[in-house]
């Protein structure tokens, strides 16, 4: 049964970080991507980063390139996302999502978790 558990959501003030995990069972990541994703009220989701361990991807979109960090332990079962210098508008419910490839579009991934909550507030 695969499954995929968000944790590492908090309130935090603007400038400051927090490290996401991803924990992930019914699969191995040597043949799949995991991607994260983010929603924040009455937007659409979006795509913020993707590993992918077989072919070595790795990808963040643009608005939080040098800030956010992902990474895998393969032996943990779990994917990170280090997030620093956090603003405002990083606020979200935050999503991993398992997939055949890394992509940016929550279509081309099949099983997501529950999402956990980023707020950056002062």
């Known amino acids: 049964q695969v499954q995929l558990v968000e944790s590492g959501g908090d309130l935090v003030q603007p400038g400051g970080s927090l490290k996401l995990s991803c924990a992930f069972s019914?699969?191995?990541?040597?043949?799949?991507?995991i991607g994260w994703f983010r929603q924040a009220p009455g937007k659409r989701r979006e795509g913020v980063s993707c590993i992918s361990t077989d072919d070595g991807s790795i990808d963040y979109v643009d608005s939080v390139k040098g800030r956010f960090t992902i990474s895998s332990d393969n032996a943990k079962n779990k994917v990170y996302l280090q997030m620093n210098s956090l603003k405002p508008e990083d606020t979200a419910i935050y999503y991993c999502?398992?997939?055949?490839?890394?992509?940016?579009?929550?279509?081309?991934?099949?099983?997501w978790g529950q999402g956990t909550q980023v707020t950056v507030s002062s």
């Open positions: 999502a398992r997939g055949n490839y890394c992509s940016g579009y929550a279509s081309a991934y099949d099983y």
């Open positions: 019914g699969f191995a990541l040597d043949y799949y991507a």
